[in-house]
């Protein structure tokens, strides 16, 4: 069936077409005003019953046969009715009462005629007063329904706008309320429809969304004006009523929402497309501002690489033009020129290992890391590592425990250069000549790699920012020679090959940190012995 | 001064740094006593009295500026800021808080040992009796009869251009930033008002120097301040 778009003026044919939609639904749930028929056929029933009882009472053994009791007696009968069950109910049982009233009690008895004309006015006058006893009575109870009814969407509104405020992630929020809308108002459909250039963005929760109802959807909408500024609308797909009302901030429409498979009072309506149109505009601040946010955090992350990059390059510059213009002089003693020598040579290795670093950073940034395994004993590793920053590690001995003798299957240059990054961490973080210790395990198809320093381990605040780039301890008290890259590097790396790292403190102090890298392994048997530099557990007690 | 030599308080936390100043220092004749924090360099600082102190700004216990404020409160031993923050701020606060010069990281062995040598004349004049006249090259500047001579001619001044270069004179190789020069010759209200000094220091450059657009006595300090060289600069390794 193709859409039908309605205006809301045709309030009459709109209700039916509700009442229709509840009673399809099976919309008789505790906040629906409209009487079941099963409780009237009841109510109907019980008023017959309790009649034919008081008749019978009242004639065989009370003999009562004053009019006023009788009559006040049948009119409590009917107001009973007419708390229980709809008004036509109340004005059959009332009809019926008339003619009990008639018929056993009025002279003359046993029959439908009145012998006196007064009896006439009585029984014309307890019809009316039943009658109208019943309809308040049912408008009451209808009002006090339609009371409670409200109260129920209030709350609906009130808990929706709770999840609405509660929603942060901006790129899901959108369907998050929609499907919020479902649950909280119990509808078979709902959308909230987006305007974007060329049509709409329907976003639908409930049991009837699917590919059909929205496509429907989408073509209604398109039959509208792109800013639909008026009131309600309906219109008619797959057979069903779906209403549709605009949302609106201020004077500015921002989208519509359609509900379908339960009537919701236009009022309620209105208030909840406001709350969803605020929401919206939040959803769309959220994502504004995440945007914001990470075009900031990238600019901190530039300035903090270029004040990372200028400190680290000033030291070394400085260091080696001092240290040259020493050489230069002609009275420098052959020791001082050998360590003026050392220094300048240490300092040119601090600035390769910094632009490393940066050119590290960036292929990381770029993704443009390749990972390419092969086998290798897991000592390799330690001892490609150990050479990369060799002179950091001057004045820190290597202790290695090189675990089983097996053979993993995983990117020795990756692994190794993460490992050298973690190697330097531990060096700049422990007192002069205190060891590394450094072990190695194989197990569940994955290499581990552990590195204990013995330096005053890891603050519990730096945990969890220790692998971001350019953090440095909060407590540095003393100053370390690093460029804050190395960590985070090291993360980086592994990550390419599936690895990651974690840091912790060792149980006696020191900062343990633990790489994991998913391998294959094999008995090293298995394979001919690989080219490159072997390391024996425990070879490697002292630095060269 | 004593026939000892000079003593210089060396505070920087880098050890290459130290490793290859120390040596640089030696070798120039001076005593060298190196301080790895702001703690050590203070304690140095009274237990020793050197005739002068580099210090590095970034230090890893006490901030360099606040130790320069802690040193001037007790000495007026010449101080000599080494900066790796490239930070004009940082050198503004330290000179404005008693620092008499700045050397921004990298420099040159030259550079630092023409600082040192010119701070450490500055300190040895300052105790010398009345200075009615100072001598920059052949520059002269009588205070008394308020007349500035280059060579044997005068050159004539307005007030204000006076009272600039006698500041200046008055604090000879020594940066006086913007600041302080603002306040002092215009008072406290002028200080966001730079360009008083941007025309007056170009009006007293065209009178003084041999020429204008190489400076050789009044020295512009970029974005810092300006400085009355003594000496002809010197950048060359010595």
């Known amino acids: ?544 | 001064m004593t026939t000892a030599p000079p003593l210089i308080l060396l505070v920087d936390d880098e050890v290459p740094i130290q490793r290859s100043l120390a040596p640089l220092l030696r070798s120039r004749g001076y005593d060298v006593e190196v301080a790895g924090t702001g703690e050590a360099a203070l304690k140095s600082v009274a237990a020793r009295s050197p005739d002068l102190m580099i210090l590095d700004l970034g230090l890893p216990d006490i901030d360099g500026i606040e130790v320069c404020r802690q040193v001037r409160r007790q000495s007026l031993l010449p101080i000599i800021v080494l900066s790796a923050r490239g930070g004009e701020r940082d050198k503004v606060d330290a000179l404005e808080l008693g620092a008499d010069d700045y050397v921004t990281k990298p420099f040159g062995p030259g550079e630092l040992v023409a600082r040192i040598r010119a701070a450490l004349r500055r300190a040895a004049g300052a105790g010398d009796g009345p200075a009615g006249r100072v001598r920059a090259g052949d520059l002269t500047i009588d205070y008394d009869r308020r007349r500035v001579y280059r060579g044997g001619d005068e050159i004539r001044l307005s007030p204000k251009e006076f009272e600039l270069i006698a500041l200046l004179a008055r604090n000879a190789d020594r940066v006086l930033t913007h600041r302080v020069i603002l306040k002092t010759i215009w008072g406290p209200q002028a200080v966001h008002e730079p360009e008083h000094l941007w025309v007056l220091m170009g009006q007293l450059r065209k009178k003084i120097e041999p020429d204008p657009s190489k400076p050789r006595y009044l020295i512009s300090e970029p974005w810092v301040g300006y400085r009355l060289a003594t000496e002809p600069a010197d950048d060359g390794p010595a």
């Open chain 1, 1 to 544: 069936m193709g859409p039908r778009i309605a205006a809301s003026r045709t309030r009459g044919r709109l209700e039916w077409q509700e009442r229709r939609e509840a009673r399809r639904s099976g919309g008789h749930g505790p906040d629906e005003p409209a009487m079941s028929p099963r409780q009237d056929l009841l109510s109907f029933l019980a008023g017959v019953a309790a009649m034919a009882a008081v008749v019978l009472v009242y004639t065989r053994w009370l003999h009562v046969d004053n009019a006023l009791i009788v009559g006040f007696t049948f009119l409590l009968v009917v107001l009973l009715v007419a708390a229980a069950a709809s008004l036509w109910v109340a004005a059959a049982v009332s009809l019926l009462a008339m003619l009990a009233f008639n018929f056993f009690f009025l002279p003359p008895l046993g029959t439908f005629y009145l012998a006196e004309p007064q009896n006439w006015v009585a029984l014309f006058v307890f019809l009316t007063v039943s009658l109208v006893a019943g309809h308040l009575s049912t408008a009451a109870r209808t009002r006090a329904r339609e009371a409670v009814g409200r109260q129920k969407e209030l709350a609906r509104l009130f808990d929706l706008s709770r999840d609405v405020l509660l929603t942060t992630d901006s790129a899901e929020a959108i369907t998050q309320l929609v499907q919020m809308i479902a649950r909280r108002f119990a509808l078979d459909f709902a959308a909230i429809c987006l305007p974007r250039a060329g049509g709409w963005d329907v976003h639908p929760a409930g049991a009837l969304s699917g590919g059909a109802v929205d496509a429907s959807l989408a073509a209604a909408l398109g039959a509208l004006d792109p800013a639909p500024t008026g009131g309600h609308r309906t219109a008619i797909i797959e057979g069903r009523l779906v209403r549709l009302a605009p949302l609106r901030l201020a004077a500015r429409a921002v989208g519509v929402l359609a509900v379908a498979g339960r009537p919701i009072e236009a009022g309620t309506l209105d208030a909840l497309a406001g709350v969803v149109a605020m929401a919206v505009e939040r959803a769309q601040f959220l994502e504004a501002r995440k945007a914001a946010d990470l075009a900031r955090q990238s600019e901190e992350l530039k300035s903090a690489l270029l004040a990372s990059i200028a400190h680290n390059l000033r030291t070394p510059l400085t260091t080696i033009r001092v240290a040259l213009g020493n050489l230069q002089t002609s009275s420098i003693a052959d020791a001082d020129r050998r360590e003026q020598i050392d220094l300048i040579v240490a300092e040119v290795d601090r600035l390769q290992r910094l632009f490393q670093n940066i050119l590290e950073m960036a292929r990381i940034d770029a993704g443009a890391i390749a990972v390419d395994r092969r086998w290798v004993l897991p000592a390799q590793i330690v001892e490609a590592a150990r050479d990369q920053v060799e002179w950091v590690l001057r004045g820190h001995p290597l202790r290695l425990d090189a675990g089983p003798d097996v053979l993993v299957q995983v990117d020795p240059r990756l692994t190794a250069s993460a490992l050298a990054h973690v190697l330097e961490n531990a060096a700049q973080y422990s007192p002069p000549l205190s060891p590394i210790d450094v072990s190695l395990a194989v197990e569940d198809e994955r290499l581990t790699i552990t590195v204990r320093d013995r330096g005053p381990g890891l603050a519990e605040a730096d945990l969890p920012h220790l692998f971001e780039r350019f953090y440095r301890g909060v407590e540095s008290t003393r100053r370390i020679a690093g460029t804050g890259m190395g960590l985070s590097i090291a993360r980086g790396l592994l990550a390419a090959e599936g690895g990651r790292i974690s840091a912790a403190n060792a149980p006696g102090g020191g900062a343990l940190f633990t790489l994991l890298v998913a391998a294959a392994w094999k008995a090293s048997g298995a394979l001919e012995p690989s080219p490159g530099p072997l390391v024996p557990a425990g070879a490697h007690g002292e630095a060269p």
